[in-house]
């Protein structure tokens, strides 16, 4: 069975939305697997206290194990995405096998980045997922491709809410945002004549 992952924010030491790639972490044990096995963290929060600058903590875990690695982490500059169409594309749970992702990728022709439509309906970029802007309030796909650990703390927030957004919606907003747990919400943000059909 293909091994699962968590992209966790570290800075300056200090470990961001833990209680959340936790909850996601157990959830996704549960639903592949079919269990909740115990890991010890310990080992990994005393290294990660270490770390100085934005810093990337992956996990990677299964039924049985897990293993984590340290990486420096610098945000790419994304100024355009391309709409590209597949309406049978499936990733509910993190795994580290992200083909059929990266064969998306691969149709951005020229744009900085993807946005993935699925039957009709606006979902993700490649790395992250998306909010609009609508009339000085944020709304994010109510049926992403991958349900984010940022996107669920922003939602239970009251920052973004979850709104049904079909192609044929884009024009009804302003600009487009791109976050996930290593890129803090606005950080990225794009006017939506920059995405391209």
Known sequence: MSRLIESVLVYNGHVYN???????MRNSLWQHFGCLPFFNFEKMFAEASQQQGRVKLKIIYDNQSFSYSFKDYTTRKIQSLRLVHD???????????????DDLFKRKSG????LIIRKGLITDSYYCNVALLSKGSWFTPWKPLLCGTKREQLIRSGIIHPKKITLTDLPHYSQICLFNAMIDFKKILLPVNRIIN
């Open 111 to 114: 744009a900085d980045d993807i």
């Open 18 to 24: 833990w209680s959340f790639h936790l909850e996601r």
């Open 87 to 101: 309406d049978c594309i499936e990733y509910g749970l993190k795994f580290e096998n992200r083909k059929s992702l």
